[in-house]
T-cell receptor, first 113, second 112 residues
Framework: DGGITQSPKYLFRKEGQNVTLSCEQN?????MYWYRQDPGQGLRLIYY???????QKGDIAEGYSVSREKKESFPLTVTSAQKNPTAFYLC????????????FGQGTRLTVV | DAKTTQPPSMDCAEGRAANLPCNHS???????VYWYRQIHSQGPQYIIH???NNETNEMASLIITEDRKSSTLILPHATLRDTAVYYC?????????????FGKGTMLLVSP
């Protein structure tokens, strides 16, 4: 089945450790996105990538890093520099055509203790 | 992208129509209106989008006012599974890569 896969669904890390969240899509979409969601809030854009080997910062990129070595994959690293990393992280992708919807993964809930 | 205003919460009885309003008074001529919904602890799901004409698909109908400053998402026969947060978003029409800016949305509670 085509779609976006985020793994793991739940992730626990100790404070000060870097952690990488996986996002894979088999929809052949050019663009991919990472969002963060805190309780009771909407989604905030962290990073996005329009094409392989290129990505741009979103509204809250500090403390995060990404890579886009393959079209299918857009991993997000939450670094120790991110002051409040505990959140729900969502990955999305969209095709390069105009006025098409974005497809979202099921999210990864990261808890830092 | 233009900002949107939605009520924080709404209630609807099962089987009745749910009408979710959205105000986007600063929308530009080249911006579409998109609706997504998010069931608790899941990723958002696309519902429908439109520019100026009313749109309908298997999930919902979208009514956009003639001046395009507001719109209404209609779920014709709400079920318990329609309980979710509904997001109204405006997005530039000429950019396939434009990001989606989410507000807090409307929490729709469908009751038996």
């Amino acid at each position: 089945d085509g779609g976006i896969t985020q793994s793991p669904k739940y992730l626990f890390r100790k404070e000060g450790q870097n952690v990488t969240l996986s996002c894979e899509q088999n929809l052949n979409h050019d663009a991919m996105y990472w969002y963060r969601q805190d309780p009771g809030q909407g989604l905030r854009l962290i990073y996005y990538s329009q094409i392989v080997n290129d990505f741009q910062k979103g509204d809250i990129a500090e403390g995060y890093s990404v890579s886009r070595e393959k079209k299918e994959s857009f991993p997000l690293t939450v670094t120790s520099a991110q002051k409040n990393p505990t959140a729900f992280y969502l990955c999305a992708s969209s095709p390069a055509t105009v006025n098409t919807e974005a497809f979202f993964g099921q999210g990864t809930r990261l808890t830092v203790v | 992208d233009a900002k949107t205003t939605q009520p924080p919460s709404m209630d609807c009885a099962e089987g009745r129509a749910a009408n979710l309003p959205c105000n986007h008074s600063t929308i530009s001529g080249n911006e579409y209106v998109y609706w997504y919904r998010q069931i608790h602890s899941q990723g958002p799901q696309y519902i429908i989008h439109g520019l100026k004409n009313n749109e309908t698909n298997e999930m919902a109908s979208l009514i956009i006012t003639e001046d395009r400053k507001s719109s209404t998402l209609i779920l014709p026969h709400a079920t318990l599974r329609d309980t979710a947060v509904y997001y109204c978003i405006v997005r530039v029409a000429n950019s396939g890569y434009s990001t989606l800016t989410f507000g807090k949305g409307t929490m729709l509670l469908v009751s038996p």
